[in-house]
């Protein structure tokens, strides 16, 4: 007789007061005798990418019970980057992974079920909700929500968020007036969806699939398509597979799966919060992740996608070219990924991706010419940041990728953002430094797609670099670098950078540098303390004690 987690609260004369609020539930006999299967909807009517997702349950739900099983589903969070964007309330995002984590595993848990299916789409709770089933390690599988189709402007232009966030920073620099703001407001985000570029939601949506987490399609299928349902359905029916098979989490994302997961991330350019969200994930499957390997695979893996910020290519274009699936065939061509390795479909990649076509040269360049021989993301390291920190390469512009300028520096978001929209602070040729923005110091590592829009919207992208201790989102291109590890808060150098220094970057070469001498940095730092955290109270007074530095992941210890 095959036995079950759920055993544990329906089995046997003790377990009956259990069974009489499974009763309560209005579940019959019949049901409570299947596996229980959570069904983890990150349903919310706040969430553009989440407002859908209702539907998405509803048809998960409906392949278990064909399958035979008895789905109960229990909500996670999830916070919009881009309704949060701006104010206090982006302080609250990438923290709010951890609460999505430790909620579902007490969820799960408490509760024994017998699998999961995790029904994220956006932006921290796609990592938080892989976090906790690498945690509990129950058999698992996600479908998420899918993205949000491109825009059209009124000319027919396609358009996407980041050109909404660029076009205020062309209105301050008075490139395009009130109604073409308008216009961008109008028509940037059409549908539900996680937004349509290969931003952060996008990213670790297909980097599940990658790393052997879902189905295919699950991050590339647009959210208003009935494949989406239909891809929902099938998930439903799989996680049934993988309870009698007890097929989990930690037997697919493995150290070997993690290094496909990013080389797949070099391949599409995906956004530098994956190397947040990667190691975080892995630490939780007991794998260990050096931010510095993510150069060993960049060297080695060309870059064959430029979607949006980089280019004028949107999810939509992905998936019609073969999606995930089809950059992981181009990749398996020169053998930069394992194939043997086994995924939530139950069979090795190799089996998964036999049959797949790229079916658009045009949006997946072939291996054999890519846009970069090397990856989309790189780590540079230097005295201006000893443990890291982190570009965006495949979005910067060629001229920007070696660069020195004097720093123009700044101890928030806030006060950069005044700078740069006055149109009288930053000059070609400069380095903003925005600091007391990372784990600790902000705390909660804000995204910081207001300066960096603002910076490309008016046109300085060519000549202006951005460094910080915060983040970014996916959507910021340029010279955006963000993660300096150790941050401002934890006594980083960049801490003590004064207005005027000079700052070298050299992107292809790894190195980041802040000129000036040992001796001087050691006689400022004699005469400095950093600056104490803004938010002293609540859940980020919490956190910002708990919170290591953003080289690890920014993981809670």
């Not at 349902?229 to 007890?246: F, H, Q, S, Y």
């Not at 797949?264 to 994956?274: E, F, H, I, P, Q």
Request: glycine share 10%.
């Amino acid at each position: 007789m095959t036995t079950y987690r759920s055993d544990n609260i329906k089995l046997g004369v003790e377990r009956t007061p259990n069974v009489s609020l499974l009763y309560a539930l209005g579940l019959t006999k019949e049901e409570i005798s299947r596996p229980i299967i959570g069904v983890v909807s990150s349903f919310s009517e706040i969430v553009p990418g989440h407002m859908h997702l209702d539907k998405i349950a509803e048809a998960v739900k409906a392949g278990i019970r064909a399958a035979g099983g008895t789905p109960i589903m229990f909500p996670a969070i999830a916070v919009c980057d881009g309704i949060a964007m701006g104010h206090v309330g982006m302080k609250y995002s990438l923290v709010s992974r951890d609460l999505v984590a430790d909620s579902t595993e007490a969820m799960t848990i408490a509760h024994q079920f017998d699998g999961l299916v995790m029904i994220p789409n956006c932006d921290k709770n796609v990592p938080g909700l892989l976090m906790a089933a690498a945690r509990v390690n129950i058999p698992t599988i996600f479908c998420a929500g899918g993205p949000m189709l491109a825009g059209h402007l009124k000319d027919g232009r396609r358009t996407c968020l980041s050109h909404m966030f660029e076009a205020v920073g062309a209105y301050h620099a008075g490139k395009i007036d009130e109604s073409g703001v308008n216009d961008y407001t109008e028509n940037a985000c059409p549908s539900c969806g996680s937004c349509s570029g290969m931003y952060t939601a996008n990213s670790m949506n297909c980097l599940t699939e990658a790393i052997g987490m879902s189905l295919r399609g699950n991050g590339t299928i647009p959210a208003p398509y009935s494949a989406r349902i239909r891809l929902a359905k099938l998930t439903g029916m799989k996680i049934m597979e993988l309870v009698e098979k007890n097929i989990c989490p930690r037997d697919i994302m493995t150290a070997k799966a993690f290094d496909n997961a990013e080389a797949v991330d070099m391949a599409l350019g995906c956004s530098t919060n994956t190397m947040l969200h990667l190691p975080a994930i892995a630490h939780e499957a007991g794998v260990n992740i050096n931010l510095s390997h993510a150069n060993e695979i960049s060297e080695r893996t060309p870059n064959l996608c430029h979607l949006a910020p980089a280019g004028d290519t949107f999810m939509e274009d992905l998936d019609r070219a073969g999606g995930v699936y089809a950059v992981m065939k181009e990749l398996a061509k020169k053998n930069l990924i394992d194939t043997s390795l086994l995924t939530a479909t139950g069979k090795t990649i190799a089996e998964n991706i036999s049959d797949v076509e790229n079916l658009d040269t045009n949006i997946i360049r072939p291996i054999e010419n890519p846009y970069s021989q090397n990856g989309g993301i790189a780590v540079l390291k230097g005295n201006l940041a000893p443990d890291g920190c982190v570009v965006k390469r495949s979005a910067v512009a060629p001229e920007m990728m070696k660069h020195e300028g004097p720093a123009k520096v700044f101890d928030s978001e806030d006060d950069a953002i005044k700078a740069i929209y006055s149109g009288q602070v930053i000059k070609p040729g400069d380095v903003v430094v925005i600091r007391y923005e990372g784990p600790k110091g902000g705390p909660g590592m804000r995204e910081m797609l207001n300066p960096t829009s603002a910076i490309c919207g008016m046109g300085l992208d060519k000549s202006v670099a951005l460094i910080t201790d915060g983040r970014f989102s996916g959507a910021t291109r340029g010279a955006s670098i963000g993660h300096v590890s150790p941050e401002a808060a934890s006594g980083g150098n960049i801490g003590l950078v004064h207005d005027g220094d000079i700052i070298s970057i050299d992107i292809n070469n790894y190195s980041i540098n802040l000129k000036v001498s040992d001796e001087e940095l050691a006689k400022r730092r004699e005469n400095w303390t950093p600056n104490e955290p803004r938010i002293k109270t609540g859940y980020l007074a919490r956190y910002a004690k708990l919170v290591t530095s953003a080289d690890k992941g920014a993981i809670l210890e």
